[in-house]
């Protein structure tokens, strides 16, 4: 009998910024699967640690970010938080695990063609591959995507919003990455060229390119159009994980039922609910509350939400992190 394992699998993942005043605790344990073949996304307000967890899965953990525990494993049990620099170059970055930054659009170097930061990236994992094969290779991956091959010989400040965002997507890809981490890809970008992006991490998928995505925005519009799955995020936890048909018409949580209440969607039995916001702000996460964090703002907050911490539970097929069903 052979055991079954995610392609990715995080477990109890904690990451603080440390600084002089403090520790900022962005990410508190985080545990999720990535299923093979699936997009799963990640959503929430803005500092809520979506970005922050992307940055530490991606295991370029700068300071003043750093790990404070946890576990990535992968399909084959190696925990990749344990592997030598040496190993996640080679092995992980890029190959395994690649990252769309949230900045993407500014993210390339202007003062060198794009086929030259294509050859220095594919360097880093084949140092003895010829350049001629890279810029094969290179060609053959832009062409797949419907991207022209003159924007090989392009610098990055020469192309267009949607075109640069197409280019480091096919970058990022262009080792056929098992996971490919897409950190708010469509941001400012306008609904046209949204879509384009959308049909590209589509296509990257179908075509096998990469084999499952994790999508992260706050905008879950864009995310109804191409998860499977949904994480909802609050103040640096999961509050809650389901299918995205379930988190987005059944939301169990009282965050994701407030997020949820703000988004304008056409489904006639949903557009008619007056839109609501969720009272109060985010917690300072360098002294978060004790107990759930998000009872400061909740409606639903009993006196045990006060004084323990939540864990996150089943129920109804999904997960949920909150004291009302545990």
């Known amino acids: 009998m052979v055991n079954y394992m995610p392609v990715l699998r995080a477990e109890n993942i904690k990451a603080y910024y440390r600084l ?135 610098y990055f400040f020469e192309l267009s919003g949607g075109m640069k965002q197409r280019s480091v997507i096919a970058i990022s890809s262009l080792l056929n990455p098992k996971v490919l981490i897409a950190d708010e890809p469509t941001a400012a970008l306008d609904v046209s060229t949204q879509k384009t992006v959308l049909n590209l991490l589509v296509s990257l998928r179908k075509r096998g390119i990469v084999q499952s995505i994790m999508f992260i925005t706050h905008d879950i519009a864009v995310l109804r159009q191409i998860a499977d799955r949904i994480i909802v995020m609050y103040a640096g936890m999961i509050v809650e994980i389901g299918s995205m048909e379930d988190v987005v018409f059944r939301p169990l949580h009282p965050y994701t039922q407030g997020l949820i209440s703000t988004v304008i969607v056409p489904e006639p039995d949903i557009k008619e609910k007056v839109l609501m916001g ?47 069903y545990a």
């Not at 049990?77 to 996640?88: A, D, M, P, V």
């Not at 703002?297 to 089943?314: G, H, N, Y």
Request: glycine share 6%.
């Open 20 to 154: 002089l005043d403090g520790d900022v605790k962005a990410v508190e344990d985080v545990t999720f699967n990535l299923e093979p073949s699936e997009i799963l996304g990640i959503a929430g307000e803005s500092g809520c640690g979506k970005s922050t967890l992307a940055v530490t899965l991606s295991t370029v953990i700068l300071p003043p970010l750093k790990l404070i525990s946890g576990r990535l494993i992968t399909e084959d049990g190696r925990n990749i938080f344990e592997l030598r620099e040496r190993t996640l170059r080679r092995e992980i970055r890029g190959k395994y695990l690649a990252l769309i930054p949230q900045s993407a659009m500014n993210a390339l170097n202007p003062t060198r063609k794009i086929k030259d930061l294509i050859i220095d990236a594919v360097k880093a994992h084949y140092p003895r591959m010829p350049k001629e094969e890279i810029s094969k290779i290179s060609m053959k991956q832009f062409a797949e995507l419907d991207l022209p091959s003159r924007v090989l010989e392009s």
């Open 278 to 324: 969720i009272p109060g702000a985010p917690p300072n996460l360098k002294n978060p509350p004790l107990g759930c964090r998000f009872h400061p703002r909740c409606k639903s907050a009993i006196l045990k939400c006060e004084e323990e911490f939540p864990p996150l539970v089943s129920k109804n097929g999904r997960m949920v992190r909150c004291w009302n």
